[in-house]
């Protein structure tokens, strides 16, 4: 089935710096990549997606690059904010595609 | 803003009790889901619906049982809660496939003592 590994478990920059989520998927037909972004006390929220007929997408400060070829996907967030601290998980639809498998999330800090 | 509920947000039960956590959505989509989150926040399918009288169990097992009655409802029963079922439990719903995206409520953090 399919498998999403997602790095780092954890990421602390400093307030204006870049930060950079990686995922990779085991699947070759997942089709549809959502990044969520999840703040405390509070269910995940969708982001940004792709979907495999593009490379890369970009909605003002974060964008997802997406390579088939090696199965792998990132979030990209520029000139990171303090209310950008969250937990940030990547999914992609598992084999059957009747739901989204989630990775194991990354819990980015940002500090001013 | 997601149109999705989820209550109560926290419940402190003891264990041997019955326990209903809801879950409505007004958007009209076929499809819900039950995510169990883990203290390390990953979150585990424990059960899906492609709509009404459609339930399915998820990829983690679980001791907690759905039912799909009404396209907006999706309610998960734990007939006798445990310790071990202490966790926040996140409803979600999707248009159609799983292509698409899906939405989440607010959660219920569960604690069995």
């Known amino acids: 089935g399919e498998n999403v590994e997602q790095h780092p478990s954890t990421l602390s920059v400093q307030e204006g710096d870049s930060a950079v989520i990686k995922c990779t998927y085991s699947?070759?037909?997942?089709?549809?990549f959502p990044w969520y972004k999840q703040e405390l006390g509070k269910g995940p929220q969708l982001i940004i997606d792709?979907?495999?007929?593009?490379g890369e997408k970009k909605d003002q400060r974060i964008a997802v690059t997406l390579n088939k070829t090696a199965k792998h996907f990132s979030l990209h967030i520029t000139e990171t904010q303090p209310e950008d601290s969250a937990v940030y998980f990547c999914?992609?639809?598992?084999?059957?595609?009747?739901?989204?498998?989630f990775g194991k999330g990354t819990t980015l800090s940002v500090s001013s | 803003e997601a149109d999705i509920y989820q209550t109560p947000r926290y419940l402190v039960i003891g264990t041997g009790k019955k326990i209903t956590l809801e879950c409505s959505q007004t958007?009209?989509?076929?499809?819900m889901y039950w995510y169990q989150q883990d203290p390390g926040m990953e979150l585990h399918l424990i059960h899906y619906?492609?709509?009404?009288?459609?339930?399915e169990k998820g990829d983690l097992s679980s001791e907690s049982t759905v039912s799909r009655i009404r396209t907006e409802h999706f309610p998960l029963t734990l007939e006798s809660a445990r310790p071990s079922h202490t966790s926040q439990y996140l409803c979600?719903?999707?248009?159609?496939?799983?292509?698409?995206?899906?939405?989440f409520g607010q959660g219920t953090r569960l604690t069995v003592v």
């Open positions: 958007m009209g989509h076929d499809k």
């Open positions: 792709i979907r495999s007929n593009v």
């Open positions: 619906s492609y709509g009404v009288n459609s339930t």
């Open positions: 999914a992609a639809p598992n084999q059957a595609g009747t739901a989204l498998i």
């Open positions: 979600a719903s999707s248009d159609t496939t799983a292509g698409t995206e899906a939405f």
């Open positions: 699947d070759s037909a997942s089709n549809y």
